[in-house]
């Protein structure tokens, strides 16, 4: 019976697929082709990190070694460097500025002429339509030394040649183009806050420290909180692009992150099997983060994932 | 708005002395944040028409004798500038349609109950989010399908949006099943339903998708600069980033200069320039598409 009940299933199935061939064809099948050849084929090519890869001979002619490179890589004294430097410049740049679109959300909710504020919002939004490259180049021109802040400062430091200096830029023109696109969400969720609410808060004599306590912040806490986690859950997958047009060959001791250092031993160099177990490890970490984190999210969203 | 505006102002005179303080302070720090932003720009703006030796040596001067346009005139004369404008334009374009489009198919039988294989379909399409084959192993088949040096490889890998995809599956969960069920009453096939009937009522989704698609592309350098060699394949961020960080501008532009000295100054002049002309069409034009932003947040939100 229970055969039977899986052949109707069955029948009940091809039934559908017959009736709605339309949504599989048309509707998923671009789709489902680019996801397979961009993303689960490449996935087989992880096989190259356990072989001395020779791209003559192909993955199917290559020499195995096991985890040689893993080895290689673990036991290598930039390892431990470079593992740091990612997760101290995903870190820091997380503690420092997450906070910063909140605040100034709440700054933004607390100006009354809403023609002012829109002003600011223009202002506040535009480095986010500022590319990478011409946030780093603006940065270099900075910071030059002949630069104006060395200029205002009567001094000649080149700060992309110093290692203590990469992180404070990186993080610091980070806030500078982000925070302004990352607060309209918070503003936005302000702006649906309780009227109702606030007025009554006000009327009860709140200051308004306290009205933000009882008001402004439960309406984007869970926002708030879950921004947090997901944030959190990405540390490990910082961008390729900016650290490497912040790099120079002097600061490499804190710029050199593991996407940096991947793209230039695999397609500099040609090392592609040591450079494809670096980045397997990257990713494995990253994909156990990931995980953790959308456990959490779950717990606190009643169930309900990613 | 003028009543709320007159109600405020009062409110602020009503105001205890603390959170007069408190307000004032946070006033200012809105203030300065705002000067930060608005500081490097202008710096920027101003001596790119500033003549190089005094800039150099003095910095910002406001006598307009010692002002000139060589540097943009030198930019806006440049082809490789111009090239890359168009093929920015070209790629941003192509992606931008090719995307929004196949992430709004795919997102339709996705956002349907009774689609059978949804859980599995799902389940591949997620996996994709956590788990990659990483830099080598993409390059490698990129390489392999013979796509090196063509803007494909540029434009389809990243093409299909897993999370865009389940914004607007989201989004279309959100549209009213009265829709659909008068779509059946008309018999209306599944294409025709979703091209005339879903598809217009979608344009805030439809927008925010293109936006942000079209910025990503237009801002990114990555995969144009490892896949793409020849120089007139070259968007517009792999042309910026030979003049604004490589300091490697194309020589036609510098080269009538007689010293090394005079040609690195002239180099250093250019960046200015690029900088402004390069990011004038975003930038002037995003306030016009300021009011999908609230909407795309919106989108955005829900998934949460």
């Known amino acids: 019976m229970n055969a039977k009940a899986k052949d109707n299933n069955l029948h009940n199935t091809l039934v559908y697929i017959r009736q709605h061939w339309q949504l599989y064809v048309f509707f998923l099948g671009p789709a489902l082709i680019l996801t397979i050849v961009f993303k689960y084929l490449p996935m087989g090519g992880i096989l190259i990190a356990f072989q001395k890869y020779n791209p003559f001979k192909g993955i199917l002619g290559s020499e195995w070694v096991g985890l040689k490179y893993f080895q290689q890589f673990l036991s290598s004294p930039d390892f431990l460097q470079y593992l740091m430097n990612t997760l101290k410049l995903s870190i820091f740049g997380l503690l420092w500025g997450f906070p910063m679109p909140i605040i100034l959300a709440l700054l933004l909710n607390r100006i009354a002429s809403s023609k002012i504020k829109q002003k600011i919002q223009l202002v506040l939004y535009m480095p986010n339509f500022i590319s990478v490259i011409v946030l780093c180049g603006m940065v270099r021109i900075l910071l030059s030394v002949t630069g104006p802040l060395n200029m205002m400062m009567g001094t000649n430091i080149n700060f992309l040649t110093i290692p203590a200096a990469f992180r404070p830029i990186y993080i610091i023109s980070g ?132 | 708005m003028e009543k709320t505006l007159t109600m405020k102002k009062s409110e602020f005179a009503r105001a205890s002395i603390g959170d007069k303080i408190f307000l004032l302070t946070g006033y200012i720090l809105l203030g300065l944040f705002v000067a930060a932003i608005i500081g490097p720009v202008v710096y920027i703006i101003i001596a790119s028409f500033m003549d190089p030796i005094t800039l150099q040596n003095k910095g910002i001067v406001f006598d307009t004798s010692k002002w000139t ?51 599995i379909f799902n389940t591949i399409f997620i996996i994709t989010m956590f788990f990659g084959g990483g830099l080598i192993p993409t390059y490698l088949l990129i390489s392999n399908m013979g796509l090196l040096d063509s803007m494909w490889a540029v434009i389809l890998p990243g093409s299909f949006s897993v999370w865009n995809m389940i914004i607007a599956r989201t989004y279309y969960k959100g549209i009213p099943t009265e829709l659909r069920e008068a779509a059946d009453v008309d018999g209306a096939n599944e294409l025709v339903f979703f091209f005339r009937i879903l598809l217009p009522v979608c344009t805030p989704l439809i927008a925010v998708l ?54 690195a100054q002239l180099a250093e002049l250019l960046k200015y320039a690029t900088i402004i002309i390069s990011s004038l069409p975003l930038v002037v034009m995003y306030p016009f598409f300021q009011k999908y932003f609230d909407s795309g947040i919106m989108v955005g939100s829900v998934k949460g």
Do not use: H
């Open chain 1, 175 to 306: 806030i500078w183009q982000g925070a302004g696109w990352a607060s309209i969400m918070y503003t936005a969720a302000l702006a649906n806050a309780s009227k109702e609410l606030k007025e009554a808060a006000q009327i009860d004599g709140a200051n308004i420290w306290q009205q933000i306590k009882a008001v402004e912040w439960p309406a984007i806490k869970d926002m708030v909180v879950i921004q947090f986690i997901l944030q959190a859950g990405n540390i490990m997958s910082i961008g390729f692009e900016k650290a490497y047009a912040l790099q120079s060959d002097m600061n490499l001791a804190s710029s050199e992150i593991i996407a940096t250092y991947v793209y230039k031993k695999g397609l500099l160099n040609g090392d592609y099997s040591y450079s494809t177990a670096v980045g397997l490890f990257n990713t494995i970490i990253n994909v156990i983060l990931l995980i953790t984190v959308n456990k959490i999210v779950e717990k606190m969203n009643d169930g309900q994932g990613l």
């Open chain 2, 69 to 119: 346009l060589t540097a943009y005139e030198r930019v806006m004369t440049n082809s490789q500038i111009w090239t890359g404008f168009f093929n920015a334009v070209l790629y941003s374009v192509l992606f931008a349609a090719i995307s929004v489009f196949i992430t709004l198919l795919c997102a339709y039988p996705m956002s349907r109950d009774d689609f059978k294989g949804k859980k």
């Open chain 2, 210 to 263: 293109t936006l942000w698609q079209f910025v990503g592309m237009w801002n990114s350098y990555f995969d144009a600069m490892i896949y793409l060699n020849s120089a007139n394949k070259q968007p517009l961020q792999l042309v910026l980033r030979a003049i604004l960080i490589q300091n490697e501008p194309d020589p036609g532009m510098i080269a009538d200069m007689q010293s090394t000295a005079q040609r």
